[in-house]
């Protein structure tokens, strides 16, 4: 008798602890870092920690350097969340570290003295709460008043302005025809026609002229390529493709730079902000999604424009079943042509071309 108590016992705590409600489960788990996002407009730089619960946190300011430092006590970040290789023309660079007392400790390096606060935010539809980072250069309002006093003036003077240049590369063509998926989308189709709806995008909007490296299918050696972006002038080169790989799960779309040889740094820290710029962009269009959260670099021959901020864009992958049919929408080609275009206009817009 004595053993079936035990047994009935050991049962009950048993049980007990599957039918923990889910609110304890979740309060004895760490808050972790699920998504960063960031945003950055001529005024602004806003950098949205999406978290697992609430959690506690600490902003503080240095001078000489510029710094900001964001504390947050007892928390994760995943290692696939390799997501601080940012920088816009407030933020120079972002790193982080875990302190031997469990805190995550975020440190922002400043190309200058900023305002900023962080304030914790809960999700009206009931989902996970955010943290929202706000850095405003100190000088950002006497900017933004001198931008709208002078904005008839820059209006007035725009038609006595140089076009800003954008050259789009659709990349294979003609004997190449990059990767096929298996429901038989080519990658070079895919890629002209994205490039022609970004092109219209880019040419609806005044003072914008968008070329193309190619307008029907041919194949364009790289070389070439390149010295169309010369020869055009071009304030900035955007080659489109999309990827393939082994696993049919890959999925997303990924912004390269070209990387310094022998380096981990980019050539072109300007092709640095446009891709993060694009990469922003795409985030921020809820019908697409990314690969990775951050810039990839490579020695791709295309990007050797190193005078032109220059950025590889790979769409999605035609190794993902559904990512193929989605290449073939016409709705998703659209709305990849306008985060690609938006994209391109807002960098244009950070470093003072528009």
């Known amino acids: 008798m004595l053993k079936r108590r035990f047994v009935l016992k050991a049962m009950a705590f048993s049980l007990g ?20 996002r960031f945003s950055t407009t001529p005024n602004r730089t806003r950098i949205i920690f999406t ?5 506690k946190h600490a902003l503080s300011a240095q001078i000489n350097p510029n710094r900001l430092i964001l504390d947050l006590p007892n928390t994760e970040l995943p290692s696939d969340l390799n997501l601080l290789a940012f920088s816009d023309p407030v933020v120079r660079k972002v790193y982080t570290n875990t302190l031997d007392n469990g805190v995550m400790r975020t440190i922002f390096e400043l190309n200058e003295q900023a305002q900023s606060r962080a304030v914790l935010l809960q999700d009206k539809n ?11 250069p100190q000088n950002s ?7 709208t006093d002078d904005g008839q003036q820059k209006s007035t003077n725009r038609k006595n302005k140089r076009n800003i240049v954008i050259v789009l590369d659709p990349g294979h063509g003609g004997i190449d025809p990059g990767a096929i998926g298996a429901g038989g989308v080519r990658e ?26 190619r307008n029907d299918d041919r194949f364009v050696p790289l070389g070439r390529r390149r010295m169309i972006a010369r020869v055009r002038q071009a304030d900035l080169f955007i080659s489109l493709h999309a990827d393939a790989f082994h696993m049919a799960s890959a999925r997303g ?23 993060n710029t694009l990469l922003s962009s795409i985030a921020s269009t809820p019908s697409l999604a990314l690969h990775v959260k951050t810039i990839k670099q490579a020695r791709f021959d295309v990007l050797k424009t190193e005078e032109i901020p220059s950025v590889l864009v790979e769409m999605a992958f035609l190794s993902n079943r559904q990512e193929e049919m989605l290449l073939r929408k016409t709705s998703h080609q ?19 071309l528009a």
């Not at 602890?17 to 960063?36: D, E, F, Q, W, Y």
């Not at 189709?189 to 070329?211: S, W």
């Not at 040889?261 to 980019?266: E, W």
């Open 126 to 136: 009931g989902g996970h709460p955010y943290l929202v980072v706000e850095i405003k």
């Open 188 to 213: 070079k189709d895919v890629a002209l026609a994205v490039a022609k709806r970004v092109a219209r995008e880019i040419n609806a909007t005044p003072g914008y002229k968008a070329y193309l490296t």
């Open 17 to 36: 602890g599957l039918l923990m409600p889910a609110s304890m489960v979740h309060a004895s788990m760490k808050p972790r870092i699920t998504n960063v």
């Open 141 to 147: 309002d006497t900017q933004a008043n001198r931008m």
């Open 51 to 55: 978290l697992s619960q609430e959690v």
């Open 253 to 275: 779309a990924s912004v390269y730079c070209l990387a310094e040889r022998g380096k981990a740094v980019p050539a072109n820290q300007k092709s640095l902000m446009l891709g």
């Open 334 to 352: 659209i709305s990849l042509s306008k985060a690609v275009s938006q994209g391109a206009k807002q960098f244009t817009r950070l470093t003072g």
